[in-house]
């Protein structure tokens, strides 16, 4: 009883972890925020593109119907032939429909009358209500006997048969056929066990250099970029770890490597610079190396969640999708999926490398300002008491 009484007085002295504290607010803000997160239960209104080559009045009628549907939303409507898959680049649409010429001809006759439809299936669990919702308007479309407009064109039985049940769905799973684990959960642990590591590594450098007595040293004789170099031989190491990662996965696994490697390397680099400037900005005033590891939770768990591996982005809010990008994790898991997966090149991309690289510069600065924040308050102190020094 004794060292229970010395233990529960260190635990209500405030000198460790207020976990009396910390408990219910992981509690309550756990289940309310991700309450919130996830307030959709199904992804409503998935966003397709329709590639409409007939562009006629029945496929016309047919793409109001889709639209009309609860979980598919047509957010883009072509009439020129195009790639499917250019256009499921960067988290854009869930599918693409392909309507093809002679759609509305092909109902009123005997002839196979198929629409194609291509599936973006790194994330399986995107496209299910998708593919319930089509094939429901299919099945009605085929099994429609509107009398009215049957006698209104003239139709016998037998072409009244063809109308009944001609129309059929031609489906493409794209860039995860098999929905192979390599392709998907496999990469976004590794991507974040990774990152974990490296912040456990790296963030407590600034409270290390303090507990040294060389932080002062550093922002007298130094300036940002001397600051910066101290992360490379970290940065380095994580970056050859995440290639031998995929390297094995490619090797060993069944890892689909459809882009370019230097595209997919620029990325990576900027994701590493990207991840040890936030270390840096969320461990710059914590006491000690522990304190500042502890942070790590406040932003690297939150790419993983919101990032697509774990869930398709699609169910989250749009401005949950919005936010998410304050995290370093979430833009290296769409240039995952955009270069690995689906094969999209730098000008692919480009929109998305030009706004993951004004993230970085923001970072940076803000660094630079911390920097010289903290080299202005000690040549204050220096000055109000010299003698210190």
């Given at each position: 009883m004794r060292f229970l009484k010395d233990e529960l007085a260190y635990f209500f002295s405030g000198k460790g972890m207020p976990y009396?504290?910390?408990?219910?607010?992981?509690?309550?803000?756990?289940?309310?925020?991700?309450?919130?997160?996830?307030?959709?239960?199904?992804?409503?209104?998935?966003k397709i593109a329709v590639i409409d080559l007939d562009n006629s009045r029945f496929s016309h009628e047919f793409i109001e119907k889709m639209n009309a549907s609860p979980y598919i939303k047509v957010e883009t409507m072509l009439n020129v032939p195009t790639d499917p898959k250019t256009l499921l680049y960067q988290d854009n649409y869930l599918a693409v429909v392909y309507i093809p010429t002679g759609f509305e001809k092909n109902r009123y006759n005997k002839s196979e009358n198929s629409i194609g439809v291509f599936y973006d299936n790194t994330s399986s669990a995107q496209t299910g209500n998708l593919k319930g919702a089509l094939n429901t308007i299919v099945a009605i479309e085929n099994h429609i006997i509107a009398s009215p407009d049957v006698?209104?064109?003239?139709?016998?039985?037998?072409?009244?048969?063809?109308?009944?049940?001609?129309?059929?769905?031609?489906?493409?799973?794209?860039?995860?056929?098999?929905?192979?684990?390599?392709?998907?959960?496999?990469?976004?642990?590794?991507?974040?066990?990774?990152?974990?590591?490296?912040?456990?590594?790296?963030i407590g450098m600034i409270a290390r250099l303090r507990l040294?007595?060389?932080?002062?040293?550093?922002?007298?004789?130094?300036?940002?970029?001397?600051?910066?170099?101290?992360?490379?031989?970290?940065?380095?190491?994580?970056?050859?770890?995440?290639?031998?990662?995929?390297?094995?996965?490619?090797?060993?696994g069944d890892l689909m490597f459809m882009g370019n490697v230097f595209t997919f390397l620029f990325s990576v680099v900027l994701y590493v610079l990207s991840l040890s400037f936030m270390c840096m900005l969320f461990g710059w005033g914590a006491?000690?190396?522990?304190?500042?590891?502890?942070?790590?939770?406040?932003?690297?768990?939150?790419?993983?969640?919101?990032?697509?591996?774990?869930?398709?982005?699609?169910?989250?809010?749009?401005?949950?999708?919005?936010l998410s990008h304050v995290f370093p994790l979430t833009w290296m898991f769409r240039f995952t999926r955009d270069i690995i997966l689906r094969g999209a090149s730098f000008m692919d991309v480009g929109q998305e490398f030009g706004g993951f690289i004004i993230y970085t510069g923001i970072l940076a600065v803000l660094v630079c300002l911390f920097f010289y924040r903290e080299r202005r308050k000690l040549l204050g102190e220096m000055a109000e008491f010299p003698l210190d020094f």
């Open positions: 009396h504290k910390v408990s219910l607010m992981i509690a309550v803000v756990v289940t309310l925020l991700f309450s919130l997160i996830l307030s959709n239960n199904y992804i409503k209104d998935g006698a209104s064109q003239g139709l016998n039985s037998e072409q009244t048969a063809a109308v009944i049940g001609n129309i059929s769905l031609n489906e493409r799973l794209l860039f995860n056929p098999n929905n192979s684990s390599s392709n998907a959960m496999v990469v976004g642990f590794l991507f974040f066990f990774s990152s974990m590591f490296f912040v456990f590594a790296f040294e007595h060389k932080w002062e040293g550093q922002l007298l004789a130094g300036n940002p970029l001397g600051l910066m170099l101290r992360t490379l031989p970290y940065c380095g190491c994580l970056l050859v770890s995440l290639f031998v990662g995929l390297g094995i996965l490619r090797v060993v006491t000690n190396p522990g304190v500042a590891i502890s942070k790590m939770i406040l932003f690297l768990p939150g790419g993983f969640i919101l990032g697509g591996y774990t869930m398709p982005t699609a169910i989250l809010s749009e401005w949950i999708r919005i």
